[in-house]
């Protein structure tokens, strides 16, 4: 499935005209030039206009120019120089990852697309990017999910592309009905060993499934391969939303296997959700003073900021915040610095919840300010991202309505 677009204009076609008019007028000039293949002449336009090194979009342009010159050290720098100008300049983080990729830096690829994609979640080249990449490394999980926003962002439903991954996905859920069929059969029959590994065959099949892992890790309790268990408990946790149950059944392998820190840790998260003075919250009080040891054992402390940096590393970034937290529990610390990777870290995993929110909060500024056009897009935006039923959602839906309306009823009537 190699998706990856290496010649991103997307964003270049729909450049912001609420600047200097003459400014703009220019930049779209290049932009015509350059869709046309009159390269050097879009480079020439660019690079006379002295207010285009000051605009984000104008060098991503310039740097798309010079890749295709053949120049792609100076394209790098061009788009490096884009998003120093505009942080929020999403088509530049994008190419940047897209030239990494080709040069087979897939982890310093990946990094930039998750910028990209922080700011434009609903991008489906961000989306289908970063599918790739993962499955490339083969991290399942994140490979599907991606895929996955792919298919729900992508707006040309017949294009080749989409039609081969639609029907891979579609292929991969009739096999994950199969063997779900299959493990009900084995479960009325007792036979644990083949619900097991009927339930290893669904999440090879299709990765998604959280209900199974932690069904794994029950099966794998209960024959006392606790080593077995604490993998799907983690992988249940760090990839998924977990209820109290999942995180105090995690400290509980942790513990059983000796692992102190992480048991500590655990422990100490679960505790914040369990109702004071219960029979949970008296045991987990007594883990707790019983592990208390681990954290004056500097040394030990350390190597969970270590892995925490190794993650990083390698693009694991559900595992990168899990060590950086427990690093920030055991010392009983607060770091502004590495509180913001976890802060990070946590919208490239999951960034619609946070673009959402930064889009509602313009929409009254850009009604107010009669901007009703950018204020439709911002709202469309919002219903493409938006949980159903939010009040995100259901604002967005009231204001697109209105701000419609008074749009039309400026072309009927010149209001």
């Known amino acids: 499935m190699e998706g990856v677009s290496l010649d991103n204009t997307a964003g270049l076609s729909n450049i912001?005209?609420?600047?200097?008019?003459?400014?703009?007028?220019?930049?779209?000039?290049a932009y015509e030039l350059y869709?046309?293949?009159?390269?050097?002449?879009?480079?020439?336009?660019?690079e006379q206009d002295l207010q285009a090194s000051s605009n984000a979009?104008?060098?991503?342009?310039?740097g798309n120019c010079y890749h295709k010159l053949g120049q792609?050290?100076?394209?790098?720098?061009?788009?490096?120089?884009a998003t120093d100008l505009s942080p929020l300049e999403y088509s530049a983080y994008l190419n940047i990852g897209n030239e990494h990729y080709s040069n087979g830096e897939i982890y310093q690829a990946i990094f930039n697309w998750h910028c990209a994609g922080s700011i434009a979640p609903e991008n489906p080249v961000i989306n289908l990017n970063l599918a790739v990449a993962y499955d490339k490394l083969g991290y399942r999980i994140k490979s599907t999910r991606y895929f996955e926003k792919y298919l729900k962002y992508n707006t040309n439903k017949t294009s080749p592309e989409y039609q081969k991954i639609k029907h891979a996905i579609a292929n991969l859920t009739a096999k994950t009905e199969f063997y779900l069929k299959k493990s009900e059969e084995y479960r009325a029959q007792k036979d644990l060993q083949k619900v097991a590994a009927s339930y290893l065959m669904l999440i090879s099949t299709y990765a998604i499934l959280p209900g199974i892992y932690t069904n794994l890790a029950s099966i794998f309790v209960f024959d006392k391969n606790y080593e077995k268990a604490q993998e799907f408990y983690k992988i249940a946790y760090l990839n998924f939303p977990y209820s109290p149950s999942v995180l105090m059944n995690l400290a509980n392998m942790e513990y059983l296997l000796g692992k102190k820190s992480y048991a500590y840790c655990y422990y100490k998260r679960v505790f914040q959700?369990?109702?004071?003075s219960t029979s949970h919250w008296l045991q987990v009080k007594v883990k707790l003073a019983e592990l208390a040891a681990v954290t004056r054992d500097s040394e030990l402390i350390e190597t969970h900021l270590q892995k925490a940096k190794e993650a990083e590393d390698v693009c694991q970034y559900e595992v990168a915040i899990d060590e950086y937290e427990n690093y920030l529990i055991l010392t009983e610390s607060h770091s502004d610095e590495i509180q913001q990777l976890i802060d990070k870290y946590?919208?490239?995993?999951?960034?619609?919840?946070?673009v959402v929110k930064m889009l509602y909060a313009q929409i009254s500024e850009l009604m107010l300010s009669k901007k009703l056009h950018a204020a439709v897009e911002v709202c469309d935006r919002i219903m493409t991202m938006a949980e159903p039923h939010t009040k995100e959602m259901i604002y967005a839906m009231k204001c697109k309505v209105e701000c419609k309306n008074v749009i039309i009823a400026r072309e009927q009537f010149g209001a």
């Open 16 to 29: 912001d005209l609420s600047g200097e008019k003459a400014a703009a007028e220019k930049i779209t000039k």
């Open 35 to 46: 869709a046309s293949g009159q390269i050097q002449e879009a480079v020439n336009c660019l």
């Open 57 to 62: 979009y104008a060098q991503v342009l310039l």
């Open 72 to 81: 792609k050290d100076r394209a790098m720098s061009l788009w490096q120089r």
């Open 273 to 276: 959700y369990l109702p004071e």
């Open 346 to 354: 946590k919208i490239f995993l999951n960034p619609e919840p946070f």
